[in-house]
């Protein structure tokens, strides 16, 4: 149990669904990430919020959308996603933003068919 | 570019000790992070090197040489449950902000 919680934590939507993931952390970060883990590549950095602002998009498709109303939640709204979008979708914290330490949530399994 | 390198896979006994090297082209380099996942699960956090130097966490050590671009994990008295995948990160300022960029990680199998 590292503090941080997603859901669902499986997902099997059509390409014209629309869909969001959820993230919740207990820790009292400020800051929060999106990453998304595909079989044989790195962790891909999407979104970074800290203290609920925005301040990293890593050039990721509008179908994908975030949303952070505070700083203990963050979401990922999925509209009209295509099969490559199938991936693990990971959320974590940090104490403060950069500063190496990351807490990871379980992951949510997104399956795009 | 920013970039970080490691092995795709290594194999070990138990009880041995292994190394597991990072090699990184990055911009704006502020510290090296290294992860732990199994398979199925979350990448937890192992140690984080701000400085140059080794830091040590029980069997783990970690090493940061930023003149020579590098960094390696090293695992003492390998156990099966050290089976996992590994990962560094690069605590990269190069961006407008401070964030993580990872290596493909490298697949660790302890054998018996």
């Known amino acids: 149990e590292t503090g941080v919680t997603q859901t669902p934590r499986h997902l099997v939507m059509g390409m014209t669904n629309k869909k969001s993931l959820k993230c919740e952390q207990h820790l009292g970060h400020n800051a929060m990430y999106w990453y998304k883990q595909s079989a044989k590549k790195p962790l891909e950095l999407m979104f970074v919020?800290?203290?609920?602002?925005?301040?990293e998009n890593n050039s990721v498709p509008s179908r994908f959308s975030p949303e952070c109303p505070n700083s203990s939640h963050l979401f990922l709204h999925l509209h009209t996603l295509q099969p490559e979008d199938s991936a693990l979708y990971l959320c974590?914290?940090?104490?403060?933003?950069?500063?190496?330490?990351?807490?990871f949530g379980e992951g949510s399994r997104l399956t795009v068919l | 570019g920013q970039s970080l390198e490691q092995p795709s896979e290594v194999t070990a006994v138990e009880g041995a000790i292994v190394q597991i090297n990072c090699t990184y082209q990055t911009s704006g380099f502020y510290g090296l992070s290294w992860y732990q996942q199994h398979d199925g699960g979350a990448p937890t956090f192992l140690s984080y090197n701000a400085l140059d130097g080794l830091e040590e966490t029980g069997r783990f050590s970690s090493f940061l040489s930023r003149s020579d671009s590098y960094g390696y994990l090293l695992l003492q008295e390998l156990q099966m449950k050290d089976s996992a995948s590994y990962f560094c990160a690069g605590v990269n300022y190069g961006g407008s902000q401070g964030n993580l960029i990872f290596g493909k990680g490298t697949k660790l199998s302890v054998k018996p």
């Open positions: 974590a914290s940090s104490q403060v933003l950069g500063n190496g330490e990351l807490f």
């Open positions: 919020y800290s203290l609920e602002e925005r301040v």
